[in-house]
């Protein structure tokens, strides 16, 4: 099964800056016939899809409260994701993770091919 493992959370003051990073493995196929996206759980909250990203790079989406502030991209030769963070804002605080997705509709969803791990914690505070 896939497995992913999230990385470059930390601890930034408001308007900062992040990159996480996913790395992929356990593939049955080609990395870049995965769709895959980035979600993240609050304190207190579900887990939510916040940024996808299609086989080709074709197609990306973005849930409306990280629109304009984050850029998802991918590596597939190095089998990676990526998630550049600008702007952040103390309700972007939360465990974030990857997954693979189906894209559709305007939106994205988990699809349930991986696991989840343990993600990686991005706090926004002063």
């Known amino acids: 099964q896939v497995q992913f493992v999230e990385s470059g959370g930390g601890f930034v003051q408001p308007g900062g800056s992040l990159r996480l990073s996913c790395a992929a493995s356990g593939l049955r196929t080609n990395y870049d016939h995965y769709a895959i996206g980035w979600f993240r759980q609050a304190p207190g909250k579900e887990r939510e899809a916040i940024s996808c990203?299609?086989?080709?790079?074709?197609?990306?989406y973005y849930t409306g409260s990280v629109k304009g502030r984050f850029t998802i991209s991918r590596d597939n030769a190095l089998k990676s994701m990526y998630l550049q963070m600008n702007s952040l804002k103390p309700e972007d605080t939360a465990v974030y993770y990857c997954?693979?997705?189906?894209?559709?509709?305007?939106?994205?969803?988990?699809?349930?091919?991986?696991?989840w791990g343990n993600g990686t914690l991005v706090t926004v505070s002063s």
């Open positions: 997954a693979t997705v189906n894209m559709g509709g305007g939106k994205c969803y988990y699809n349930g091919m991986n696991n």
């Open positions: 990203i299609s086989t080709g790079s074709f197609s990306t």
